[in-house]
């Protein structure tokens, strides 16, 4: 019975859609029903609801992990984000909108693509087969962040909890300078990345195969076409595609980096004698077992597991009594993230503490 209500849960990343689309035709506040339910309601059940400690049972981690139930959500997600971006798309294009329309339209969006879309972009990244990669590119593509698929996986992964990591955040270190940080060192660190696995293989830099390259032309293209396509039928230029399609796209990677940022708020590895950094643990990143917003970010929340056993899928992550315990789940702590002071009197003393009780129980 409760194996069956944890794969129902992972159905509520369709509520955000739903949301969005009849919050648009209904007009007035419900324009705003998808902001609702994420910085409102969400939080108010991840306060009243136990939280979830409970782990998949070791004998039985083979087993779920193999459920193609699991898979299928996470693959059924992509085609739902491309019918909500074409639907927001559509709409933009034949309607006129109002400045709040477009607040709550653009936000809104911002809200499925980066936050559901990028989460699971994120899963699938992780995943060897090829079908699953191209998913995680295309949804990437509609958030115009395609180059966190090199950078996570073969940069943020290896350098986590370091100061080499952009995706890290420093200790005293407010959400709006690591923003800049995270996003241009990220994108930097990428195609450096890119460039050493070409030279690697013996192909030229600026080649039809440097993944870079694609992914910045991918995005445009996308948003070409459907600009090309629609103007073409309404025999006018409508520019309010491109400003819709980046408008999101910037929002919901600044959903992603607001993430990175809750994530690893002040943590660090121990630099060893001979130079490299201690392995990767469940200490080195915050954890958060909240029911409800787990549900719906895939339990990207228990991240202490995702860093120490990347290669694990989502339904099996576990919760670490002793990784550092978020206060509340995502959804509330980046509300807290955007205030500095709030966010500093909050987390400054819980990483503090956190990190004394670490050196007393190896003294």
Known sequence: MKKS???????????????????????????????FFVFFLVPLMDYILDQDHENVPKEYISQVSRDRFYRWVTYGWVYVQLIVLGWGIYVVSA?????????????????????????????????????????????????????????HNRGH?????????????????DFYSFWFRSVWRGYLSAWKIEGERLSKKGIKFWSAKNQMIQFLLYPILFVGVAFAGVSILQERLVWEIPIF????????????????????????????????????SPLHSWNASQQVSNFLLFQLQRHSDHHAFAHKPYQVLNHFDQSPQLPAGYSAMILVALIPPVWFKMMNPRLEEWKNKQLESVQ
């Open 157 to 173: 992964h290896v350098r986590v909890a370091t100061p080499e990591d952009p995706a890290t955040s420093r200790y005293g270190e």
């Open 95 to 151: 309607d006129s909108l109002s400045f709040l329309e477009w607040l709550a339209l653009v936000s809104g969006m911002a809200l499925v693509t980066g936050g559901v879309g990028i989460t699971v972009a994120h899963e699938l990244g992780h995943k060897s087969s090829s079908l699953e990669q191209f998913y995680a590119k295309l949804l990437l593509m509609t958030v115009g962040y395609m180059h966190f698929f090199i950078e």
């Open 245 to 280: 399609f980046f408008g999101q796209s910037i929002l919901a990677f600044s959903l992603l980096e607001i993430v990175n940022y809750l994530e690893h708020y002040g943590m660090e590895r121990k630099k060893l004698p001979n130079g490299y950094y201690e392995k990767v």
């Open 5 to 35: 209500f944890k794969k129902i849960g992972f159905f509520s990343a369709l509520i955000l859609p739903v949301l969005l689309i009849g919050g648009y035709y209904l007009g007035g506040l419900a324009l705003f029903s998808i902001h």
